[in-house]
DNA sequence: CGCTGGATTGAGGCCGATCAACTTCAGTGG
DNA sequence: CCACTGAAGTTGATCGGCCTCAATCCAGCG
């Protein structure tokens, strides 16, 4: 129920094919240790206290789920992205070398801590890393667009992204998520209030069922056109 | 006037270091021509046609403006990004290998077509240009994100980042832009008249000095101020 | 000169925010 | 096991910002 990663082994992770180099781990603490490595647990809530505001590691999640955040003037929260097992943050950080947000664990949750310079001395020498980590990088430009324009749409282009990120099998969309409704609705610019309403609306509709931080997708199909239209 | 950049050359072109290797250009038809180069011209509003939708190249604004956007099920035109002299479009298309969307010339301009597989090549044997591409596509995951709340809010920070990227000169921030009051409603999701509105309220209030295309920012303080609360 | 597309400005309506009351859940300790 | 407590979720009533629809103004151009 804390865990919405139904996987908790390295073999989702976004960033394998640098551990599984050489049928061995290159980068992260859990196959060879380094001394700057480490493997973080973090209770829910936790932030990561970066080393320094200095960039140096991305964090790929083991288990559980976490968002990146910014707060603001008004004390109001704006999440920038969610995180589920086997993705990675801290690309944004790579370009200007500073941690624009911060990181806080949505349930108990294990991240892998990767050295960014080891990252990029392994590169050197692979150009199929190479090509991995742009498509990764690449792949990220596509993601967190929920520009659409009525709340409605946001939720269910968020509900559909969620369901294949939480790998919710295809025929039984369910999963259960971390976040509070305010969470979800400081991530779509929503208040608590309206993600709830909309919760509702969808479960009356037959379009979704949910109750609390369990959700299930009953009209994919609907869903879709929501969200696309 | 039709040209927002006021650099018509290389010098300002996020590719550079590809293309300046050796003293020589590696990539764009400009200096080194491969048969599959091509550098392009394109009128206002004449859109970019890729050679099939699979994914093949990027391309660099050498001179004039362009946005990317798809048409939704109810004909609304949704802008993912404009793109200015010196900047690159096409990163998106790189993880699925399939443009995710149009992209149309918003005055006359010019656009060197970047093969992907040779940078790809030309990556492969030097670290600093492993570095550079990764810091680009670091880069883009940081911009683009006017998620702010209030219609203002959006619109000021979209000012802030248009004076930057068009080069403005920091003690005379005047620049004129190439799209259209509908353009940008259609990019910060608001109407053509609300984009209006409130350019005439900061106007009101000494914030900026619109007319038409041309734009000064006067009150670069105040403007921050607003886009960041 | 008139034509056309874009920009501006006004009036009214709707969606989501705000404020508030109540319910449910999860954790704690008796 | 139950009682208590605080946080999270739901639901209702009202308010305000942005959208919609419409008229007018303006610049550019044949």
């Known amino acids: 129920m804390n865990?919405?990663?139904h996987h908790s082994s390295c073999d989702i992770c976004q960033l394998s094919p640098f551990c599984m180099e050489d049928k061995n781990c290159a980068l992260s603490t859990r196959c060879l240790p380094l001394p700057t490595d480490r493997q973080i647990k973090l209770k829910r809530g936790e932030t990561l206290s970066?080393?320094?505001?200095?960039?140096?590691?991305?964090?790929?999640?083991q288990q559980g789920a976490m968002k990146t955040f910014q707060t603001n003037a008004d004390g109001n929260e704006i999440i920038h992205g969610f995180y589920f097992a086997g993705e990675v943050l801290g690309y944004e950080a790579i370009n200007t070398g500073y941690y624009p947000f911060s990181a806080a664990a949505l349930c108990d949750t294990e991240v892998c801590e990767i050295p960014f310079a080891a990252m990029l001395?392994?590169?050197?020498?692979?150009?199929?890393?190479?090509?991995?980590?742009?498509?990764?990088?690449?792949?990220?430009?596509?993601?967190?667009?929920?520009?659409?324009?009525?709340?409605?749409?946001?939720?269910?282009?968020?509900?559909?992204?969620?369901?294949?990120?939480?790998?919710?099998?295809?025929?039984?969309?369910?999963?259960?998520?971390?976040?509070?409704?305010?969470?979800?609705?400081?991530?779509?610019?929503?208040?608590?209030?309206?993600?709830?309403?909309?919760?509702?609306?969808?479960?009356?509709?037959?379009?979704?069922k949910s109750e609390y931080k369990k959700f299930r997708l009953i009209d994919l199909d609907k869903l879709r056109l929501i969200a696309d239209e």
Request: glycine fraction near 2%; aromatic fraction near 8%.
């Open 121 to 208: 001395e392994l590169l050197e020498s692979r150009p199929a890393l190479q090509k991995h980590i742009i498509n990764l990088l690449s792949h990220q430009l596509t993601s967190s667009q929920y520009l659409k324009t009525s709340a409605e749409q946001r939720l269910a282009a968020f509900l559909i992204d969620l369901s294949s990120r939480l790998h919710a099998d295809k025929n039984n969309l369910e999963f259960s998520l971390p976040m509070t409704r305010e969470d979800i609705g400081n991530y779509l610019r929503l208040t608590p209030e309206t993600v709830s309403r909309i919760c509702s609306r969808f479960t009356a509709n037959q379009i979704i």
């Open 50 to 61: 970066w080393s320094s505001d200095k960039f140096e590691h991305l964090y790929a999640i």
């Open 3 to 5: 865990n919405p990663g």
